[in-house]
């Protein structure tokens, strides 16, 4: 992706937290059929001295684990929030008129390759940790083995895990980080006014790091 310096992000534990609060991927893939591209939950796992490893299931019915064989590249998408920006937000619309509408947002590529793995005990692994993921911080978090293991063994044997071995990950967070802090302030001003919460607003408009 085109990639201006300051609105690139290459700290690994930036990336990966990002990941884990952006868990929706887009997975894309060039496969004998043309492109394909699957909205899929993932887990991330970071390696020391690596990239690390995504990991998540599909349906069987997703002939995807049947044209992507082993070794096959792909690319997982992550998004995180995003704004349109109206030159009206900045103190310059006032001065001379010099702003033009923009589009601020923060997604995270992640390009590797893919392998699938056959049998219930891989899916089963999968399930649970992408279950104690996003389940962790409620109050009574749902576990795998609350289902009937009939019922949650027929469930496993309609999908198929996944593994993808990162090659490179990448972020752009577009959030105004080359504006002048007058205008940083302006635009987050504007954000709350419109109702956003802290946490998306933090992420659309971010203040410079050093290089």
Known sequence: MYLPEHFREADPERLADFILRH???????????????NHIPMLYRPAAGGHGVLCGHIARGNRLWKLAGPGTAVLAIFAGAAHYLTPSWYPAKKIDGKVVPTWNYAVVHAHGTIRFLEGTEAALSMVRQLTEQQEGPRAAPWAVSDAPP??????????????????RLEGKFKASQHRSAEERVAVRAALAAE?????????????????
Do not use: C, H, K, N
Request: net charge negative; hydrophobic share 45%.
């Open 150 to 167: 009939d019922y949650l063994e027929s469930m496993l044997r309609s999908i198929v895990a996944f593994e993808i071995a990162v090659t």
């Open 23 to 37: 868990p929706l991927g887009a997975l894309v893939a060039q496969t004998p059929e043309g492109l394909t591209a």
């Open 195 to 211: 109702g956003l919460d802290g946490e998306a607003a933090a992420e659309i408009v971010r203040e410079p790091r050093p290089r």
